[in-house]
């Protein structure tokens, strides 16, 4: 098929007016694609800066909840809550109590937006256990390492105990093997047949993970989580990953982090077609963050950019510590 090239061909005519190039954009980014992660702990009247991740705060209940309302104003709708709770132990059991620091948490909002906002929890104890690791601890030939199955009854439970206190989505994190099966199992036993799960299905063993083990509090103390998060190198295991999740029940997907991984992103979208979200983690906002105070990069522009790339890649919802600061830019125009 003959095309013609230039100057018949100008590309350029399309870019020339500014509203002829909005006219013809192909990624639109939305305040509505942003999920807003928060971090919520025991006190009162606690607004506590994490240092690694200016503008992000460990809050007490009283202040997430102001906190949830002033991003609702901006126009986001989607909060995923993560917990500090007050006490740990070797099996992360006070992520089970209904007077859990989510529970409390969830209820507290429920209590105030009822419908108009959409909570996520995510589903994990690496911030409840007192090693660091996502469930309980076994020992197999002389190596210490997470007991997956006897994690995946402990997932199922919390899972259970986050919908009875009003959450919309729960969003398994430990990339336990058959998690979404137990947990789809317990919340439909429970009564919570309609309850959604968003699955980390595709979450890697990453390097941009630390500001959030400071915001989480939730370092391991000895080795790694390599043995249960997924080898960076590797593309057609995310895939595998994805279809086992979402034969056992998941209803989303994740790719995690976002910027290393936009070619799972596409690829999980194009194989499977089902909601895919996208974490844009601490790391990646932290280095974009550290390189505008240093005057390198220009914030905005920069933070827009990654997002529509994100979104380019093939992700309809996208968890981010922009989230506020994007709203507030799209609202600018």
């Given at each position: ?243 086992l999740d979402l034969a056992e029940g998941a209803d989303m997907v994740m790719v995690k982090p976002a910027l290393s991984y936009m ?71």
């Amino acid at each position: 098929m003959h095309t013609p090239g230039f100057p018949a061909v100008r590309p350029r005519r399309l870019r020339a007016n500014p509203l002829v190039r909005d006219m013809v954009r192909e990624t639109v980014l939305d305040v509505r694609d942003f999920i807003l992660p928060l971090f919520v702990r025991p006190g009162t009247n606690v607004r506590q800066e994490i240092s690694s991740m200016p503008g992000n705060y460990q809050l007490s209940v009283d202040r997430l909840v102001d906190e949830v309302g002033a991003a609702r104003d901006l126009g986001i709708r989607g909060f995923i809550l993560f917990g500090i709770p007050s006490s740990k132990d070797a099996t992360g059991s006070s992520a089970l109590r209904d007077d859990g620091i989510v529970q409390l948490s969830l209820r507290a909002l429920r209590s105030v937006y009822k419908s108009e906002v959409v909570l996520l929890t995510d589903e994990c104890f690496c911030e409840y256990t007192d090693h660091g690791h996502c469930g309980p601890l076994c020992e197999t030939g002389g190596r210490v390492d997470v007991d997956n199955d006897a994690t995946l009854p402990l997932l199922a439970a919390q899972c259970v105990s986050h919908a009875r206190a009003g959450a919309d989505i729960v969003a398994p994190s430990g990339m336990m093997d058959g998690m979404v099966q137990a947990i789809r199992t317990g919340l439909d036993q429970a009564g919570f047949s309609h309850t959604p799960i968003l699955s980390y299905a595709a979450k890697y063993a990453s390097g941009f993970y630390g500001p959030f083990r400071e915001a989480a509090e939730s370092p391991p103390q000895f080795g790694d989580r390599g043995g249960y998060q997924m080898d960076p190198a590797n593309g057609d295991e995310a895939l595998r990953e994805v279809e086992l999740d979402l034969a056992e029940g998941a209803d989303m997907v994740m790719v995690k982090p976002a910027l290393s991984y936009m070619d799972i992103i596409r690829r999980v979208k194009d194989r499977f077609g089902v909601p895919v979200a996208a974490y844009n983690v601490s790391g990646e906002f932290a280095m974009v963050k550290a390189a505008a105070q240093k005057g390198w990069i220009d914030e905005r522009r920069v933070a827009l950019e990654i997002l529509t790339s994100i979104r380019r890649a093939g992700a309809d919802l996208i968890l981010t510590y922009f989230a506020r600061d994007a709203a507030k830019w799209l609202r600018q125009g």
